[in-house]
């Protein structure tokens, strides 16, 4: 009876083992889809990129960062924060969403405390945990990090958080690009300048006049020619676009209440072009109709008109246009980056 009783237990430990779960295969585990707590993984799909609008916002040699204008806030603390994303800077025939941008993401930057936010760098930029440590948050938050010179998102803040003027007080706030600067056509040849070529050629110079004299004395050998074949190449050649990109900025982001009644507000914008030193193109006044949808954009001093429903003359257009961007820059609701005027306090 014992040995009945050992072998029902042996038999049973034998099912409950096979029935237990098996491991789980690798392949499966991976593809698994993984939630994160702050952001999607990936970043978003193709639907959340045809819903939006993006318009260019800063560049470098490399990559081309482009960001909705819709999404731009500011907080009470002086956090700006918008959707971006970049792509890099190529020749190809990809269609402009593909798998070679990054985002988009939300971005934010503390314009007074110089530090930048990313959903791209957030878990790679985790504030290490002491473990003898008490579990508390970072004073700044995990992900802030501080903005170094001279890169590319010290460009973005400079275009966000406004570009000062050493001759006036005001301070400009980015608001529309036409198009991309052309790239300087480096050349693959190593590049030797004039100097150097005429350098090179009198030494070969030198060195036949000595193979000359050497030639009839036995036991010595010609010196070898090592005359340059060529002059230097050219030097790199910018190879200008069609037209001159033009950006344009709001100045100091104020915006005046002209027509509280019929809700039609005013900017000043001004325009520079993208070459060396940013000259400057013209200055604008910009009114808008908030209410019927209208605006109107004329140079400064070229007919400008004050008050009335009825200065505002064009409606909107697309919304990835310099006049809808300017538009919703000036009637919707920003948050605090957008400063409110009234006609008697400007």
């Known amino acids: 009876m014992k040995k009945l009783f050992i072998l029902a237990l042996l038999g049973f430990m034998l099912v409950g083992c096979s029935n237990t779960p098996r491991r789980q295969d690798y392949q499966a585990f991976m593809d698994e889809e993984v939630e994160s707590p702050f952001f999607k993984v990936p970043a978003v799909n193709q639907k959340d990129f045809a819903d939006r609008t993006w318009i260019l916002l800063a560049e470098s040699k490399t990559k081309l960062w482009f960001y909705d204008p819709y999404t731009l806030t500011e907080d009470e603390e002086g956090v700006v924060a918008f959707d971006a994303f970049f792509s890099p800077r190529e020749q190809n025939n990809l269609q402009l969403f593909n798998a070679t941008i990054v985002g988009p993401y939300r971005q934010k930057i503390d314009c007074f405390g110089n530090h930048q936010w990313s959903e791209t760098l957030y878990t790679k930029n985790l504030v290490p945990k002491d473990p003898n440590a008490v579990d508390i948050k970072p004073v700044n938050g995990s992900g802030w990090i501080k903005i170094k010179g001279r890169t590319a998102m010290a460009y973005v803040r400079t275009r966000v958080c406004g570009r000062k003027f050493i001759d006036d007080q005001n ?176």
């Open 171 to 346: 301070i400009n706030y980015f608001l529309f690009q036409t198009s991309p600067m052309s790239l300087v056509q480096a050349r693959k040849e190593v590049i030797r300048d004039t100097a150097q070529y005429q350098k090179e050629m009198q030494l070969a110079k030198e060195a036949e006049e000595r193979a000359k004299a050497q030639k009839d004395i036995p036991g010595q050998k010609s010196a070898v020619s090592t005359i340059p074949s060529e002059p230097p190449p050219p030097a790199s050649v910018e190879v200008p676009s069609e037209k001159t990109p033009v950006f344009y900025e709001v100045v100091n982001n104020e915006v005046t209440v002209i027509d509280a009644k019929n809700d039609v507000r005013q900017m000043r914008i001004s325009s520079y072009l993208m070459e060396k030193d940013f000259p400057k193109q013209a200055d604008y006044l910009f009114t808008a109709n908030c209410q019927s949808n209208t605006y109107n954009l004329v140079a400064q001093g070229a007919g400008e008109k004050s008050g009335g429903v009825n200065v505002a003359k064009e409606t909107i257009g697309a919304k990835d246009s310099l006049g809808a961007v300017a538009f919703n820059r000036a009637c919707s609701n920003h948050g605090t980056y957008m400063k409110i005027l009234s006609r008697g306090t400007r």
